[in-house]
């Protein structure tokens, strides 16, 4: 893989189901507003990233206003994701890999597009929602719905994936709707997927990027990028830049979450700064409130953090670029101050916050809330794909549809198309619209 093609800022829309240039410009900063602001921007302005302001971070529901949701959590990681992305962005200019007219603030630009539409994709109640729908579709008593499908939508449908809807809101259901979503340049997009595979690559883990509805779009923008084709025409390597997407996120909620527990009350003040530890000496002796040394040495810890994930992508870019990094992440089995914090961090939320009495009770709920949802739409879709008579309850359901299924049209997209209207939902819409038609 080579950085002149990995910083494409080509962009592609769909006419007649057929990928096509929008826009292809290879000009950097060279211009008022670059390309990649152009795509930061229309992330920020669409409906989907709004709505991450009502989507649960770790804590579904939560009624106190200083607790992260899906899109404060989503700025801070884009912050954090730049810095990263900057200084990688310097090294790189340093060795002479920055290929002409673009500039460190470019790599920073695209990180931070990246960050910011990484989590753009997640359904109502976080991770439980996700497992929620899957659940639903992989239920004996609903699997006459996915008669008649290929194999691989049926695996799409019932490994639901949020990161893979992150992928079909920017390329598919945002601004252009079935004509190339928010148009990103490809640079963005690549750098965007943590997972550029299929559902039938996703292994155990059930992890990918992918969609078979938007495998023909993805193509064009992997060719483009020149992204290593691994196996099959179905995975590929990562963009060297999603690495820093990564470890971007991975900074910001090994940490974070564990600030929110305290605004919580889940762990105390003393808590949290054990697992910083190794940043407390750099307090100085400055007389703060608990709350203050939390926010202090999380700044401290963050910045440590910004520092060793950049120098480790340059030390590794060799094995990136060859698409041949073998490490989960950066900071997996490194001793440096800032990698054991955060894996003491991760480890301590596991045992104390995900798995708190008030997040579980919360989470259970969600369970009751998706499947009622998909059980009211799920077989009135089937029924007008089967050309069936409908019920009257069953045309006031497909009415709720932004834009109801046509009769004769796929099952699989029509299938999609309501899990864009559920995932797309806020937890506390959800929550009403699922109180609302069940009668009670």
């Known amino acids: 893989m080579q950085w002149k093609n990995l910083l494409s800022t080509r962009k592609f829309k769909v006419e007649d189901g057929q990928v096509s ?23 920020v302005f669409s409906r989907a990233f709004r ?23 989503s700025v801070e990681v884009a912050a954090v994701g730049r810095s990263i992305g900057i200084k990688v962005g310097e090294a790189l200019k340093a060795r002479g890999a920055l290929p002409e007219a673009f500039t460190p603030y470019d ?33 004996p008593e609903n699997a006459r719905y996915l008669d008649g499908m290929a194999a691989a939508e049926v695996r799409d449908l019932q490994t639901y994936e949020g990161n893979a809807h ?21 640079a963005s997009i690549g750098a965007l997927l943590k997972y550029p595979w299929t559902s039938e690559q996703s292994g155990p883990k059930g992890k990918f990027n992918i969609y078979q509805s938007e495998l023909p779009y993805f193509k064009a923008v992997a060719g ?26 991975d900074i910001c909620y090994s940490v974070l979450d564990l600030e929110d527990a305290v605004e919580m009350g889940i762990i105390s003040t003393t808590e949290f700064e054990e697992k910083l530890q190794p940043y407390r000496p750099r307090l100085g002796s400055y007389a703060m409130e ?3 040394r939390c926010a ?3 700044s401290i810890f963050i910045g440590d953090c910004v520092e060793y994930a950049s120098n480790e992508f340059m030390r590794n870019h060799d094995a990136i670029l060859a698409g041949e990094y073998a490490q989960a992440d950066f900071f997996q089995g ?53 050309g069936q008579g409908l019920s009257e309850r069953q045309k006031r359901v497909l009415r709720l549809l932004d834009k109801p299924p046509r009769a004769g049209g796929s099952k699989y997209h029509a299938f999609l198309e309501a899990l864009d209207f559920i995932g797309g939902m806020t937890d506390n819409y959800a929550l009403a619209l699922a109180r609302d038609t069940s009668g009670f």
């Open 107 to 139: 790599i920073g630009a695209i990180v931070q597009v990246a960050c910011l539409a990484h989590d753009i994709g997640n359904p109502p109640f976080g991770h439980t929602g996700e497992d929620a729908l899957r659940e639903w579709f992989r239920q």
């Open 334 to 386: 490194s001793s440096a101050d800032c990698a054991l914090s955060l894996k003491a961090s991760k480890a301590f939320a596991g045992e104390r916050i995900y798995t708190h009495p008030s997040k579980i009770k919360q989470e259970i709920g969600a369970y009751p809330c998706l499947h009622h949802l998909l059980s009211m739409l799920i077989p009135a879709i089937d029924g007008l794909h089967r």
């Open 51 to 73: 709505r991450l302001g009502r989507k649960t971070q770790v804590h579904p529901l939560a009624q106190n206003d200083h607790i992260h949701n899906r899109l404060t959590h």
């Open 166 to 186: 992150a992928l079909r809101i920017v390329c598919t259901t945002e601004m252009y709707t079935g004509m190339g979503g928010m148009r990103l340049s490809c």
């Open 224 to 249: 483009e990028l020149g992204l290593k084709a691994l196996e099959t025409d179905r995975r590929w390597a990562r963009h060297p830049l999603s690495y820093l997407m990564e470890a971007a996120d």
């Open 21 to 43: 240039d929008y826009r292809s410009r290879n000009q950097g900063s060279n211009q008022s507003r670059s390309e990649y602001q152009q795509d930061h921007d229309r992330v």
């Open 296 to 298: 202090a040495l999380r």
């Open 290 to 292: 608990p709350r203050q």
